[in-house]
């Protein structure tokens, strides 16, 4: 079988894109994928590293309207779909899956013009331009979030409610063994866990180093792992050494959480910000979560899925230009000290997870792939 992924732009359409890889390559047989990116993106370095082949176009972002400045994006997104039917009928895929990213549409199209079985899976609350754009042309919708359903009603007999293909570590671990391994073996502290992406959030570790400051060192029973990234680290090093934070025991800075789902089990609260991924991984683990959108994602996506989950009981929401030390404290002094209000947060929390993932992801795809021969 021969399979071709369409994704690009952002880690939040490329993982998912890999994880689905993952997916058919565990269940079939010499299954064939190759991917479609382009080579000024992520997509250009994670999806080699993956050991999967991969092929560009050039393809710019889709535009909401058209106007003289946006020409040259229309010009360009009619001719990567011939130029994808020519890779196409090449390739001859029995399937083509997309996942996001203005890369994913002309692939997608091309497909579908082709008669190839076509699926989408959109990650996020509210889908993305080249999703909706696609709704009327693909097989099947997989959906992260069972709400986005209702963007794309003209396609709801094709839409199923999957969640995020992640990980499976992240729901494997046993939550004793995980805090033995980072060291909190006593059962009654509350563990903390923050982190504002692999490069790194300014605000994010401005709020936390004064969070630290001010609060941590009169709660000795609350212990907090911050992640800086690793651009950040050496300037969150040097204000974190000089505040004399590294005398307390229960205050830890790193560059990077490099063992996510040891360190997520663990933890009694996370503080992050609010990708589709990352949100998932909190719902396989069943954890609360005060959640700092993004401000600097498209279509305001991160407000919008931090929003579902607090709007469910499962994270407390602030928004970016609103995080401050103070705010932070509050926010997780009212979550720590009421154990009634952190049970009932966890428990939201593991309502969002879609436990069986994988085998809802395989068994439609092949579903549709039947149903085309």
Same mark, same amino acid.
């Given at each position: 079988m021969?399979?071709? #992924?369409?994704?690009?732009?952002? %880690?939040g359409?490329?993982n998912?894109?890999?994880?689905?890889?993952?997916i058919l390559?565990?269940?079939i047989?010499?299954c064939e994928?190759e991917?479609?990116g382009?080579k000024?993106r992520?997509?250009?370095?994670?999806v080699?590293?993956?050991d999967y082949?991969i092929?560009?176009?050039?393809i710019?972002g889709?535009k909401?309207?058209?106007?003289l400045?946006?020409?040259k994006? =229309?010009?360009?997104?009619i001719?990567s779909?011939?130029a994808c039917?020519?890779?196409l009928r090449?390739?001859?895929p $029995?399937?083509?899956?997309?996942?996001?990213?203005y890369v994913?549409f002309?692939v997608?199209y091309a497909?579908?013009?082709?008669?190839?079985?076509?699926a989408l899976?959109e990650a996020n609350?509210e889908?993305?331009?080249?999703?909706k #754009?696609?709704?009327n042309?693909a097989?099947?919708?997989?959906?992260?979030?069972?709400? =986005?359903?209702?963007f794309?009603k003209?396609s709801?007999?094709?839409?199923?409610?999957?969640g995020?293909p992640?990980?499976?570590?992240?729901?494997?671990i046993?939550r004793? $063994?995980?805090?033995?391994?980072v060291?909190?073996s006593?059962?009654?502290?509350?563990?903390?866990?923050?982190?504002?992406?692999?490069?790194?959030? %300014?605000?994010?570790?401005?709020?936390v180093?004064g969070f #630290?400051?001010?609060y *941590?060192?009169?709660?000795?029973?609350?212990?907090?792992?911050?992640?800086s990234g690793?651009?950040s680290?050496?300037?969150m090093k040097k204000l974190?050494?000089?505040a004399?934070l590294g005398?307390y025991p229960?205050?830890?800075? /790193?560059?990077?959480i490099?063992?996510m789902?040891?360190?997520? /089990?663990?933890?009694?609260?996370?503080?992050?910000?609010?990708? =589709?991924s990352?949100?998932?991984?909190?719902?396989?683990?069943s954890?609360?979560s005060? *959640?700092?959108p993004?401000?600097?994602?498209?279509?305001?996506?991160q407000y919008?899925? %931090?929003k579902l989950?607090a709007?469910m009981?499962?994270?407390?929401?602030?928004? $970016?230009?609103?995080l401050?030390?103070?705010?932070?404290?509050a926010?997780?002094d009212?979550?720590i000290s009421?154990?009634?209000?952190l049970a009932a947060?966890q428990?939201a929390?593991?309502?969002?997870a /879609?436990? $069986?993932?994988?085998?809802?992801?395989?068994?439609n795809? #092949?579903?549709?792939?039947k149903?085309?021969?």
């Amino acid at each position: 079988m021969k399979v071709v #992924m369409a994704c690009g732009g952002t %880690a939040g359409h490329i993982n998912p894109a890999l994880s689905i890889a993952s997916i058919l390559k565990k269940n079939i047989e010499n299954c064939e994928i190759e991917f479609v990116g382009t080579k000024d993106r992520l997509e250009s370095t994670l999806v080699p590293k993956a050991d999967y082949p991969i092929h560009f176009i050039e393809i710019y972002g889709l535009k909401r309207s058209l106007s003289l400045k946006n020409i040259k994006t =229309a010009w360009k997104t009619i001719t990567s779909v011939a130029a994808c039917k020519k890779l196409l009928r090449r390739i001859k895929p $029995d399937l083509v899956v997309g996942t996001g990213g203005y890369v994913c549409f002309p692939v997608c199209y091309a497909a579908a013009s082709l008669h190839i079985p076509v699926a989408l899976h959109e990650a996020n609350a509210e889908p993305g331009f080249a999703v909706k #754009m696609l709704k009327n042309r693909a097989d099947l919708i997989f959906v992260n979030f069972e709400d =986005a359903g209702k963007f794309l009603k003209s396609s709801k007999s094709r839409i199923v409610h999957s969640g995020m293909p992640i990980d499976c570590r992240f729901d494997e671990i046993d939550r004793k $063994d995980a805090r033995v391994k980072v060291r909190l073996s006593d059962a009654e502290k509350i563990s903390i866990l923050s982190f504002g992406g692999s490069l790194g959030a %300014a605000h994010i570790n401005n709020a936390v180093l004064g969070f #630290m400051k001010n609060y *941590l060192p009169e709660h000795p029973d609350v212990s907090l792992t911050h992640a800086s990234g690793g651009k950040s680290y050496a300037e969150m090093k040097k204000l974190f050494d000089e505040a004399g934070l590294g005398k307390y025991p229960n205050i830890s800075l /790193v560059d990077y959480i490099y063992d996510m789902p040891v360190r997520m /089990v663990a933890a009694d609260l996370v503080i992050c910000r609010s990708g =589709a991924s990352t949100l998932s991984e909190l719902a396989a683990t069943s954890k609360p979560s005060i *959640l700092i959108p993004s401000p600097n994602v498209t279509n305001n996506q991160q407000y919008k899925n %931090a929003k579902l989950l607090a709007d469910m009981g499962a994270a407390v929401l602030i928004d $970016d230009d609103k995080l401050t030390p103070d705010s932070l404290a509050a926010a997780v002094d009212g979550i720590i000290s009421d154990r009634e209000k952190l049970a009932a947060m966890q428990t939201a929390a593991g309502k969002f997870a /879609v436990k $069986d993932t994988e085998s809802i992801i395989f068994e439609n795809l #092949m579903s549709i792939v039947k149903n085309k021969k």
